[in-house]
């Protein structure tokens, strides 16, 4: 007798109404069938069904009566035997009982875990196996109930023992006897030994069943081979479509293999979810056997397809979610939003933004309909972009990032506005900027003091002072406190137009506002002069930092020295440039050859054994790349591109017009 015990699979969603992601925990047993299967094989090798009776807690409920015997309260009066003679004092006044009683009794204790009473039971009958000259004993069917029992209570120590009585016995195992084995194997994770006994069936001269089959597929799961399985599997439907299998037995192998084949898929997925999930990259093991799924023809159905999304979590994992999500839209009509949602999520997290993109555009275009939880992710990636595009000074990507977001119904807030005026301020680019600030009025999005702190500088490196002077005085009317930031450029641009009466007001106003000015504020201001011709009165703001109890820095001391070295005053610059050593600031090469070539040509004479070796000369830290193809590479975005018109400045460009 056998009982094909089935585990259930246990998929639960739950969803977060938060955020609208699902959370998905899943058990690892995987399932043949989902009928319990009782068999036994007589000596002409045919299985005979018999009944089952369950045994539920110590006051067991029988399902049936085996003959006029109440195997119920048989069972009951036997809860507690521990030996052989436990059960002769129990049983000697029963007479002969039929062996289907013994079995059902045997398999009950089983399932509540009261090994010792059915190996009493057992030892009983071998008892009276010698008393009776055979008459009354354990046969097959008691035995092969005896390892069910085994199994379920998981006293794996006793099959050797079991196996060893049989031979004793003269009982000679059966197919259904190695199946148990095998299951047994497998619990103890040892599926090598199990896939061995299937072997040995075969050179017993037995016939495999269906269950045979099911346990060596499940062997190979619980050592998370799932190319063994597949080619295991691949080779028993060749053997089946040639008629080499399923000949001469009850089993009804049509209905048989089609389970098979759910079974195998099912452990296909299992087997790479087990890999999704362990702590080395096993990606390229998951997309391989996903090809040789294909190849098979087996083809997972779109839970199991969501599912494996769904334990894709880590940055590497984008190769495969991205495998996955193509096979969806390919064979399925629908897709859940949560998994897009998902996806959006980990192609941000594996920095593939652009292709985060791409399935919010299907979301668009293809349904489902795309919610908040999708919009704050998709805008959050455009955020990064932008965020990236705006430190490298790369305008023209941050203008296309701001277009394609209106493209796609996305409203760009005041930091992605900002993010592109940075940019283009940091690019010198005024016009563009100009541009940016009107269409973001005109978009309703209200500017803030990062906005006119942006559109100021960009007009300051262009010179356009004037413009400049009327976007400070229309920030002022409409109420935007300015920042340090913005009091700093309009100090240097009052600064190179000479007005330091302005320069005075902005210093006025600073008080008033309580911001002091930094040792950047009076940079700005030294560096204007120097940039004007005005190496003096750079060198009274010197002083005037000094008073205020600012300390100069290597920038500060760099300008100085490069205004008063172009002007005509070498020594002076000569003696800053000590000053700067003594006070342990490392000045450029820039600053030491500027004195040098000063003292040439205004006949100076300064002692080089006291300025001491050229300095080396310093690497950029920042550099604007006006050139995309980083960019490109860091974004993940599509390198061959139309060439930037400056029409997308001024309006976002569609597919169409484009």
Known sequence: MEQQEIGNGLLVEEPNSADGLLVETESDIVDYRSVHRVEDT?????????????????R???????????????????????????VEEVLKDMGELPPQVHSSMIRGFGKEKRTDCAMALV????????ETGGFIGPNLFVYNSLLGAVKQSQKFEEMDRIMNDMAEEGVNPNVVTYNTLMAIYIEQGEGSKALNVLEEIKKKGLTPSAVSYSQALLAYR?????????????????KYLKG???????????NEFVKLKD???????QVMRRWLVKDENLST?????LIEMDKAGLRPVKVEYERLVWACTREEHYVVAKELYARIRERHDEISLSVCNHLIWLMGKAKKWWAALEVYEDLLDKGPKPNNMSYELIVSHFNILLSAARKRGIWRWGVRLLNKMEEKGLKPGSREWNAVLVACSKASEYNAAIQIFKRMVEKGEKPTIISYGALLSALEKGKLYDEASRVWQHMLNVGVEPNLYAYTIMASIFTAQ???????????????SRIEPTVVTYNAIISACGRNGMSSAAYEWFHRMKVQNISPNEITYEMLIEALAKDGKPRLAYDLYLRARNEELYLSSKAYDAILESSQVYGATIDLTVLGPRPPDKKKKVVIRKNLSNFCHFADVPRRSKPFDKKEIYTPQTERNQ
């Open 244 to 254: 080499e299998i399923g000949k001469g037995d009850d089993e009804n192998w049509e």
């Open 42 to 58: 007589g000596d002409n090798g045919n299985q005979v069904e018999s009944e089952e009776v369950e045994i539920i807690g110590e």
């Open 60 to 86: 067991g409920v029988g399902k049936q009566k085996s003959g006029r015997v109440d195997v119920k309260a048989l069972a009951q009066s036997l809860w507690h035997t521990k030996t052989a003679d436990d």
């Open 285 to 289: 093991n998951v997309l391989k056997l």
């Open 263 to 269: 079974f195998i898929i099912r452990i296909c997925y």
């Open 123 to 130: 030892e009983w009958l071998k008892r009276k196996k010698r």
């Open 498 to 512: 000479g007005k330091f009466n302005l320069v005075e007001l902005i210093f006025r106003e600073m008080a008033s």
């Open 222 to 238: 619980r050592m998370e081979d799932g190319n063994g399985a597949l080619k295991f599997f691949i080779e028993l439907r060749e």
